[in-house]
Each structure stands twice: as structure tokens, then as C-alpha cells.
């Protein structure tokens, strides 16, 4: 029996000998030969670079270009002069502010899509003429809600998924009136 181990997940997959190796991760469901990587020295010596660019075997090795390969292994020039650089700098910067920005917040919701924290970005006033009430049996054909109320306004600053959270006060107010006893449910 011979042991494959996934490059993706790190997953041990066994192979009876005799049987064919396996293309995809069982795991995963990545190409098991398909894992490729991507070496960037940023900020390095220019003898270092100088060096890593004669390994290329490709006419292009000194131009200041690399090589992106996708799964279909067709080879994509792109220009990596200095817009990494700046990219991962704004990046940071971005990451940084959004860190900044959660920890001022009292509430912090996740994402229902990608499980990162959301941020707050303001409220919405919901008036009456934009909000139809549901009546229920069960409070004698009232409404657990009246408007105006506010929604509090969370945006995820990964996948800018947008949620909305009754706002506190009304939160407040929705948990008396559904508190009070009921003449009409029983």
C-alpha cells in the first residue's frame, strides 16, 4: 500500500497497490497533481533575484515578468513590477482599519456567508408607510411590531454581504409587548 498525502488539506490517502493513483483528494476534491506554487520575494537583493531568474528555462526569464498557470495549464504573463507592492500594502492598511473599526463596536455579528466579522455602518429608519404589519391570532389580531423602528446596518468586509438587525431600542420594545399576557391565543 502506498500513502498519498493531499497537498491541499494535508489528508493521508491510501492506495492499494495495483489500483490506479487517485487524480482528486476524496477529501478535498482538489487535483492531487495539480498543486502548484508561487514564490514572491518582495524587498529582496537584486543578486538574489538576479539568480532566481536564470532557473527559468523560458526566453522571458529576464524580463520582470512571471508566470501565472491555471488549472487548465496555460501559461499567463503578468507584469509584476511594483503593483504587489502596493496591493498588499492597501491590503494591510484595509485589514488593519477593519480590526480598528470591529473593536469600537459593541456588537459584532458574523457573517452568515463567510463567517468573518461584520462591520456597522449606520442605521435605516423604517417608516409606515414603508413596513406592513403582521397580525397575529395569537395577540388578539395585533402586531408584534409597530413602525417607525430602526435596523441597524452590518456589512461584512470580506464578501460585502449586507445585514440588518432590529435596532436596540425596539428590540427592547418587541420583547415587552411580546411579554404582556394575551387575551386571543388561548
Not at 38 to 63: C, H, K, M, S, Y
Not at 166 to 185: E, F, I, N, T, Y
Request: aromatic content about 6%; proline content about 6%; glycine content about 6%.
Amino acid at each position: 500500500m502506498a500513502v498519498v498525502i493531499c497537498p491541499w488539506c494535508q489528508s493521508e490517502i491510501v492506495q492499494e497497490e495495483g489500483q490506479e493513483p487517485e487524480k482528486y483528494c476524496p477529501i478535498c476534491d482538489n487535483e492531487l497533481d495539480g498543486y502548484r506554487t508561487l514564490r514572491v520575494n518582495i524587498g529582496e537583493d537584486d543578486e538574489e533575484e538576479a539568480e532566481d531568474e536564470e532557473t527559468f528555462d523560458d526566453d522571458r526569464a529576464g524580463t520582470g515578468l512571471s508566470i501565472g498557470i491555471d488549472d487548465d495549464d496555460d501559461i499567463d504573463w503578468v507584469d509584476d513590477e511594483e503593483p504587489l507592492v502596493e496591493q498588499s500594502d492597501e491590503l494591510l492598511l484595509f485589514e488593519e482599519t477593519v480590526e480598528h473599526l470591529v473593536d469600537e463596536q459593541e456588537l459584532v455579528p458574523e457573517c452568515p456567508q463567510c463567517r468573518e466579522y461584520m462591520l456597522e455602518t449606520g442605521e435605516q429608519l423604517v417608516s409606515a408607510d414603508h413596513f406592513r404589519p403582521r397580525a397575529f391570532e395569537a395577540l388578539g389580531g395585533g402586531h408584534p411590531m409597530e413602525a417607525p423602528f430602526t435596523l441597524t446596518m452590518y456589512v461584512c468586509p470580506s464578501c460585502f454581504a449586507v445585514q440588518s438587525i432590529l435596532g436596540d431600542a425596539h428590540r427592547h420594545q418587541l420583547v415587552r409587548k411580546l411579554s404582556q399576557p394575551q387575551d386571543g391565543g388561548k
